[in-house]
């Protein structure tokens, strides 16, 4: 069981609530234009588009010291679909994790579309949610709420493997937007 | 129906080999030290470790012109499992298309690991063999040659998307060295 705060307004934000509620998990959903709304959550998710984050951190950055931040973005080019938007040898995670010092940060659900996690199976398959992080226990804690509601979650190394994540990311929403396949799909992952 | 050679002298090779033969092509399997010995296929399959690509390139580059030639190396760092050693803006792929400018070089089968290119399926999904590059008719014959064995074979995009394949590649083995994952299994794509 974990307290989770869920900054958003999109159907990510609602797919991780409801997957966190499910769970048996306490949800706070806040809206991402509450700016004077603060979090009380254990653990944030910033479910928010990537161009937004920065806004986000610069309002809430003392809020969230101490806590697991969990990012979810794709930082892609979407006007071309052609690339990503952080630098090369970097993620969008790595940027986070330097402007919340004192933030446990996490990446997660961003190879997993918003469908596959409110359904808990793609393609006959258990959806399962990457997490990458330098911290341990904060991993732990995610996968816990991850696997509560019968999900699998699985470790994916440190903060460095963020920049794969992307790269996962990104090519499979290049693939959905190129009906090479569907919104409900995706990646799985065969144990 | 295509003609396919494969350099190789790895389990890789074997599963390519494999596949096209169940698919009713005809197949060279080329053993990577016999140097001596002309490919005569339309497609060639460098089925070799990234270290050893260049020697292939600098022995049969000119026999190599006008075919489609498939990379489907992981440019891992074997020892730390922890980076690509390829440049962060680029990949092997682009690396050996630079080489090759008469060639026509597609990315493929780096995301899928031996056992279930043979099984044809990964957690009981049709094995997906994601390619990329910028000729569209040397992804099409090749398509046609995983499609023909009963795979499915997907459009991941132009060449540059190899870079986002190779990261996939990397995560993968990655999480199978770490036993998140088997051998056998990895990342499924569902339709």
């Given amino acids: 069981m974990a307290h989770i705060s869920i900054i958003s307004s999109g159907n990510m934000g609602q797919a991780i609530a409801g997957l966190a509620a499910k769970g048996g998990n306490t949800v706070e959903l806040v809206n991402s234009s509450q700016a004077d709304k603060a979090v009380t959550g254990d653990i944030v998710v910033l479910a928010v588009p990537?161009?937004?984050?920065?806004?986000?951190?610069?309002?809430?950055?003392?809020?969230?010291?101490?806590?697991?931040?969990?990012?979810?973005?794709?930082?892609?080019?979407?006007?071309?679909?052609?690339?990503?938007?952080?630098?090369?040898?970097?993620?969008?995670?790595?940027?986070?994790?330097?402007?919340?010092?004192?933030?446990?940060?996490?990446?997660?659900f961003n190879t997993n579309f918003a469908g596959t996690l409110a359904a808990g199976t793609v393609g006959g398959l258990p959806t399962t949610v990457l997490i990458a992080g330098d911290d341990a226990d904060a991993k732990a804690l995610l996968a816990g709420v991850v696997s509560s509601a019968g999900l699998r979650a699985v470790d994916a190394g440190g903060l460095?493997?963020?920049?794969?994540?992307?790269?996962?990311?990104?090519?499979?929403?290049?693939?959905?937007?190129?009906?090479?396949?569907?919104?409900?799909?995706?990646?799985?992952?065969?144990?």
């Fill in 50 to 108: 990537y161009p937004s984050v920065a806004a986000v951190v610069a309002q809430r950055g003392a809020q969230l010291a101490g806590k697991v931040v969990v990012d979810i973005t794709n930082p892609l080019n979407f006007e071309t679909f052609d690339s990503l938007t952080v630098a090369s040898d970097g993620s969008a995670t790595t940027e986070i994790a330097a402007a919340l010092p004192e933030s446990r940060v996490v990446k997660a």
């Fill in 160 to 191: 460095k493997r963020a920049r794969e994540l992307e790269a996962i990311g990104f090519l499979q929403i290049s693939l959905a937007a190129g009906e090479k396949i569907s919104w409900t799909g995706g990646l799985a992952v065969a144990q």
